[in-house]
């Protein structure tokens, strides 16, 4: 496992880079631009990334976090790459139902189900 | 320790987004010893977290010379708060809904969303530069039961 900044860890499993937040609370503007910083260069390393976000850690975040999650979607699906969401608690899937995000992000139960699809997509 | 009377005070912070944590510290342990529940925390870390950067960044255009003034009162059965800044204000009309269109594919939009949907009552100053929001422990009934059996 790479460890890139104290913001994310990266793994591979199969043709997907699975991204997991280190952080319990993603809020502060300065983190979240880290946090852009490292996702991104991850990112651009991987032709047609198909990348898995891991919010497992995650117990808070603000909508500068949403605001940072499209941002980064729409670089992927630009470069023809796929974005799956998991592992988010019910507190925070009711953030992404209520802006309606659920209906943007493919969002999975776990790592191990969104790897499972992606593998089943190719 | 539960308080019957309500804790009232006032917060006046340098116009730094990392000013909030202390602040959310504060106001939580409040709303935590008047025997809120988790959902009502949470609740409540978010609105305040939302409308204090919206205060910082479009309010006080981000310029730390500026102040934000929180006001709150924490009651066994509510929480009210006020968040001003010193901006010009705006009409929250005019702020698109993020849930729609062109809106769900932009960035920002959705603290105001949140403000919303986490707060029970949720106003603006005629200015346009202060929030007042308000969420009660337990939710008072839209529609007040009658007895039937009584008429």
Redesign the interface.
């Known amino acids: 496992m790479a460890e890139i900044k104290p913001r994310i860890s990266v793994e591979y499993a199969e043709k997907a880079t699975i991204v997991s937040f280190t952080d319990e609370n993603i ?4 983190d979240i631009k880290a946090l852009q910083d490292s996702i991104m260069s991850v990112v651009e390393q991987t032709e047609r990334i198909k990348l898995i976000l891991d919010f497992g850690n995650v117990q ?1 975040l ?3 976090v ?3 999650l ?2 980064l979607s ?1 670089r992927i699906y630009e470069h023809d790459g796929q974005l799956k969401l998991c592992n988010i608690t019910p ?1 925070i899937f009711e ?1 992404f139902k ?4 659920t ?2 992000f493919d969002i999975y139960k776990d790592v191990e189900s969104a790897v499972e699809d992606l593998s089943q997509a190719n | 320790m539960v308080s019957k009377a309500p804790i009232s005070s006032t917060i006046v912070v340098e116009s730094r987004p990392s000013a909030i944590e202390k602040v959310c510290e504060h106001i939580l342990s409040k709303l935590k010893a008047n025997g809120f529940d988790k959902d009502d925390v949470f609740a409540v870390h978010l609105a305040l977290e939302e409308a204090f950067l919206n205060a910082v960044k479009h309010g006080n255009k981000m310029d730390p010379t500026k102040e934000v003034k929180i006001d709150y009162s924490v009651g066994l059965d509510k929480v009210e708060i006020s968040v001003t800044d010193e901006g010009e204000g705006f009409e929250p009309e005019a702020v698109a809904d993020p849930r729609f269109g062109e809106s769900l594919y932009k960035p920002g939009g959705r603290g105001l969303l949140l403000i919303n949907s986490y707060m029970d009552i949720v106003k603006f100053t005629e200015q346009g530069n202060g929030l007042y929001m308000v969420r009660y422990k337990e939710k008072p009934p839209l529609i007040k039961r009658v007895d039937q059996t009584k008429v």
């Open positions: 809020l502060e503007e300065r808070f603000s909508s500068a949403l605001g940072l499209i941002r729409k507190k953030i209520i802006t309606r995000l209906k943007t």
